[in-house]
DNA sequence: CCCATAGTTGAACGATCGCTCACAAAAATA
DNA sequence: TATTTTTGTGAGCGATCGTTCAACTATGGG
């Protein structure tokens, strides 16, 4: 069945795809150009497109890699693993703007979503991340209230709504240069918006 | 020194400039080209080459526009204005997203933001509008608190830059297509996390 | 060894990009 | 009316866009 015939493939494609995803976070779809992705992957022209078929093709790709690799491995790692749920919202949220993780090259979804009307296929995968944050949101907030940190009383699915909303414009206004006295404001009003400051409150 | 010799323009500079603000909203810098533009204004090339200068000049002076008439005109009408700041910051947010004012243009500020790569000199733009909300918010604010509105050890600094960041951040879900519902689920928590739910806290 | 197959290469295609400029048209001055 | 000055017009510039494809290179089967 397998047929083992031919020339075998000489690049990874996971690598090319991480390589156009990185351009693509810092310069955007249209900001892009074929000759800007080939020398980011070292791809050329006729190899992309036997796989890849065409730009918008490559870009949904590597949205799609995104949405494995990047979105829920940040999600693993702030809100479904750390044992404390609410130090891991919080650091979901840092760890957008503080030095030393990546010198911005911007979230993927939320440049997506603003050039929604540029690749209308990617629409569905904008949706699946946003998804996958959501709910990793709630899946904290809900291991947070059965842990006695938050209030029994806390509406999960509301909270996890507000807190993706915020996140988005949070990565907005880093993209904008706020200060990052600014951002951490905005990150201590959301951990006190679901019930939480920063001193605890027993 | 009003040297008055020559022909006159025969279109109206505002009136230009709001056609091309709504051009660049629905579509961005990159995606909006001079032949978008040429057909949007209706003004050849030379004559928009000899008072812009070039694209870039014609986006920052489109946004200078949205900054003065859109984004101030808002904030007067929601955050300034209204004799109950709670509603008024209500209704800031829920005008993005309900039916009947516009058909989702998207936000320049937002859209910009993101793009900010493409025209480093929209930088001081996106800053003063984002500046000029969140002011707004922190007006009616202050005003709410004065009138017993909301707690009188309020925040309102940190409340006002969590405002902008989550009405940044409705924009961007906004233009990810979210239902309605769901904006409105933030919207009413964004309402709560200021301290007033929607049935009033007395 | 030769052929069939799969993958790589990069020149080049037509289309479109942002932009320029020679020319025509209007308004004020002489 | 002739002249000067400003503005409108649009063909077309060189560059770059996304994309294609014919030639070339490796691989496995017979």
Redesign the pocket.
């Known amino acids: 069945m397998g047929?083992?015939?031919?020339?075998?493939?000489?690049?990874d494609q996971a690598d090319v795809l991480a390589r156009a995803m990185r351009l693509f976070r810092r310069c955007g779809?249209?900001g892009?150009?074929?000759?800007?992705?080939?020398e980011a992957t070292?791809?050329?022209?006729?190899?992309?497109?036997?796989?890849f078929?065409?730009?918008?093709?490559?870009f949904c790709a590597a949205l799609d890699a995104y949405n494995d690799q990047v979105v829920q491995g940040r999600v693993r790692a702030h809100l479904l693993e750390p044992p404390d749920p609410v130090a891991g919202i919080r650091s979901f949220f840092t760890s957008t703007f503080e030095t030393g993780l990546d010198p911005d090259p911007g979230c993927l979804l939320t440049n997506t979503a603003v050039e929604s009307f540029t690749v209308p296929q990617a629409a569905a995968g904008v949706h699946r991340g946003l998804e996958t944050i959501e709910s990793g949101f709630a899946d904290a907030l809900t291991r947070a209230r059965a842990l006695g940190l938050l209030s029994a009383d806390l509406d999960v699915e509301a909270s996890a709504a507000r807190l993706l909303a915020l996140y988005q414009g949070l990565l907005v206004l880093v993209r904008a240069g706020a200060p990052v006295t600014k951002l951490h404001t905005i990150t201590d009003g959301a951990m006190a918006s679901i019930g939480s400051d920063k001193e605890g409150q027993s």
Do not use: F, M, N, T
């Open positions: 047929v083992s015939v031919g020339r075998k493939q000489l690049w779809y249209l892009a150009s074929l000759r800007d992705i080939e070292g791809l050329h022209p006729g190899s992309l497109y036997r796989v078929q065409s730009k918008e093709g490559l």
